[in-house]
């Protein structure tokens, strides 16, 4: 199963304010436990080592790629 990268949430801003709300009145470390735990339950449920390492290789892209754009800023 190839990772989707394309929008399928069918109500997205749904998806964002519940995962804001997942956050409220979290501390950090208690909101970094929260995403910890998220992740792997989601790992879990998609089962296919190499979907969740693709997904991760492109989590960490986009991260060093936003500190690239930031840095030349």
Known sequence: MPLNTEPNL?????????LIDMHRDLSDAQS??????????????????A???EAMELA????????KAKSKA
């Open 60 to 67: 960490r892209a986009g991260v060093l790629e936003s500190s």
């Open 32 to 49: 970094q436990s929260a995403n910890a735990q998220l992740i792997l339950l989601l790992a879990n449920h998609i089962g296919d080592l």
């Open 10 to 18: 069918a109500r997205p801003d749904d998806f964002y304010e519940a």
């Open 51 to 53: 979907v969740v390492q």
